[in-house]
């Protein structure tokens, strides 16, 4: 059986704050705000994951009111997301990504961000894409006012 999920995450970019991607902190003159460490990313892999399952989202499964997750980082939250899937007797079949920012560039990380999440997914790297597009200064993410993520994931029964 194949089971289909889709995610999207969007933060808001500061100063005074870290950037991490995929779990790579990447250096920046501006991080994300959230009350996790803001991996929009991840955060957008986790929705995929738990939407596939019909298991709700990740502000049901880690609130933003709840100081348990404040300042965490959003790694372990997906290895609690992917025991979820496990536990349902699901693993991935692939996942394709998109993080969209005017700034930094992100190609040099991309695969560094590959090799994290799939060790944490339990899956081999080629089943882990992840791309980095601008919005040719247009909207929100083009003027460097946020970051946004989209994932599509497949998951096979074991």
């Not at 933060?11 to 920046?28: A, C, N, S, T």
């Amino acid at each position: 059986m194949i089971k289909i999920g889709n995610g999207y995450d969007v933060h808001k970019l500061v100063e005074d704050r870290r950037l991490i991607l995929g779990g790579v902190d990447i250096p920046h003159i501006k991080g994300v705000l959230g009350h996790s460490d803001g991996d929009v990313l991840i955060h957008a892999i986790m929705d995929a994951l738990l939407g596939a399952l019909a298991l709700g989202d990740i502000g049901q499964h880690f609130p933003d009111t709840s100081k348990e997750f404040e300042g965490i980082d959003s790694m372990i939250l997906l290895e609690r997301v992917y025991n979820l899937i496990d536990l349902k007797g699901y693993k991935i079949g692939n996942l394709d990504s998109i993080i969209v920012a005017q700034n930094p560039k992100l190609k040099p990380y991309l695969n560094t961000m590959r090799e994290k999440i799939s060790e944490v997914l339990k899956t081999d790297i080629n089943n882990i894409s992840i791309k980095a597009t601008t919005e040719e200064k247009l909207g929100f993410t083009g003027k460097e006012l946020g970051i946004k993520s989209y994932c599509v994931v497949i998951l096979l029964k074991k």
